[in-house]
């Protein structure tokens, strides 16, 4: 899997490419957290690339979640294939994220 | 000093009366075989997502029955279901009742007291020695229900547990699991593992009820012998090359599966045009 962030004003933003599965999760984990550690508390996730995600991926965007929230921070995620809505539907995740279509929309949604 | 406990070990606390009885029954033990799952999960043990469970790291954990499990898991040749690990540690959960109470009366929790009554039955109660660990437990689940903050891993993996063991007597009032029940079904459907086990209670229910437990499929084990049958009928020859409603790991799999569970048919066919399942006569 490919991790690649980018500082923008503000906020930071994560794209993630492939499978955030049982061999990446720690990884992106890893990668997530460092930003918050710098103080990044507002982080879009761009998961456009990934195909596939699984129990720990999603643990892994619950605990940065919690961690954002305390700094009173926020994460945004857009992007999402069908799958991955199914997915985030299924498990009741997208109750506790906001979950955006567009790049625009998660950069307004991670401000308002 | 604190203590540890790993969620088999809290579940079975919360199933403890204030008179030391422990709720006894074939509900309640696939509670607890779930409930080791979900302790592997959260220890980084294996991964799942919605129909498979997936070994993750083969470190040993401090529990040797856990790592027993773990062995076996990691062992297997093809992933298998959650619904497949739950009914495997379902067939040994005498084994894993006693190292559940071993554990906890090890670590000083409860104790054990033998009860006789009429001279001819036995009965086991296990009283609480340290109140403040379930208190605790109590504590922290009920509170995450009453106020709207994002859930710990742990609590989850609890609220999921009982919501879907059907207990949440143990932790809520009626008119409590009334008020909250949307919070309460909310959290509970975060673990995949969790939504599995009514689905499994009703199978092992029915199992038991027509004494064919060792002799059932399960809906993946009947999926199994349809991708089979359907390869040798098409001539396909891997997997890629099955349709989507076939496929392991696609999200049109999972609704097959779905089907398959609650229709109980071992023969189905799919129509893509207007995305609706079949059940053919066996």
Do not use: C
Not at chain 1, 12 to 32: C, I, P, Q, S
Not at chain 2, 176 to 185: A, D, H, K, M, N
């Amino acid at each position: 899997m490919e991790v690649i962030d980018k500082k923008e004003d503000g906020f930071v933003v994560f794209e993630l490419r492939g499978r955030l599965d049982t061999a990446h999760y720690l990884e992106v984990e890893k990668r997530l957290n460092e930003a918050v550690v710098k103080g990044n508390s507002r982080i879009i996730v761009d998961l456009t690339s990934v195909d596939y995600i699984s129990s720990s991926g999603l643990r892994v965007l619950l605990l940065i979640l919690k961690k954002v929230k305390e700094l009173d921070g926020n994460i945004v995620l857009f992007g999402l294939n069908e799958n991955l809505k199914e997915v985030f539907e299924i498990s009741g995740f997208n109750k506790f994220f906001s979950i955006s279509d567009s790049y625009d929309g998660a950069k307004a949604a991670l401000f308002s | 000093m604190d203590i540890t406990l790993t969620i088999p070990e809290e579940i079975f606390l919360l199933s403890i009366d204030a008179e030391g009885n422990q709720l006894e029954n074939k509900e309640f033990d696939v509670v607890l075989a779930s409930s080791i799952l979900m302790e592997l999960a959260l220890q980084n043990r294996i991964d799942t997502d919605l129909d498979f469970v997936i070994p993750d790291q083969p470190t040993l954990t401090t529990n040797v029955m856990l790592d027993e499990i773990l062995s076996v898991i990691h062992a297997s040749e093809k992933k298998k279901s959650i619904s497949h690990w739950i009914i495997y540690i379902y067939s040994q959960i005498d084994r894993v009742k006693k190292n559940i109470i071993s554990g906890l009366v090890q670590k000083k929790v409860i104790r054990i007291e033998n009860e006789r009554l009429l001279f001819v039955f036995s009965s086991k109660k296990f009283p609480i020695i340290k109140q403040k660990e379930i208190i605790e437990v109590k504590l922290r689940v009920r509170e995450l229900i009453f106020n709207n903050d994002i859930p710990e891993l742990r609590e989850i993996v609890l609220i999921s547990l009982i919501h879907y063991g059907s207990i949440e007597f143990v932790l809520f009032t009626d008119e409590e699991s009334q008020e909250y029940r949307e919070r309460i079904s909310q959290i509970a459907k975060m673990d995949m593992i969790g939504q599995v086990i009514s689905r499994i209670m009703s199978e092992i229910t029915m199992a038991i009820r027509a004494k064919v437990l060792l002799r059932i499929k399960s809906a993946e084990q009947r999926m199994d012998d349809l991708i089979e049958k359907f390869k040798l009928d098409n001539n396909v020859k891997s997997d890629v090359e099955l349709p989507e409603w076939l496929k392991k790991g696609t999200v049109q799999y999972h609704k097959t599966l779905h089907f398959m569970d609650e229709t109980g048919a071992t023969k189905i066919n799919y129509n893509a045009e207007d995305r609706t399942y079949l059940v053919l006569e066996d």
